[in-house]
């Protein structure tokens, strides 16, 4: 598991100016419709579940890139 917080995540994966929303990001991860948790009071999403959209090969395969 690789948790990354949403800022990061928004920079890595996103051009400029079409991130979601961080407040989005957050009600996504609380709903579950994006993998996550939420450590102390700051949530971090599971990059490695999240590029892995349910393929348990591809999920293991980024966890041991990590």
Do not use: C
């Amino acid at each position: 598991m690789k948790l990354i917080g949403i800022p990061q995540w928004q920079a890595k994966h996103f051009a400029d100016g079409s991130a979601p929303d961080e407040v989005t990001v957050r009600r996504w991860l609380r709903n579950g419709k994006l993998p996550g948790r939420k450590v102390g009071g700051t949530w971090y999403i599971d990059e490695a579940e999240w590029l892995a959209d349910g393929d348990e090969l591809v999920r293991r395969v980024l966890d041991k890139a990590s």
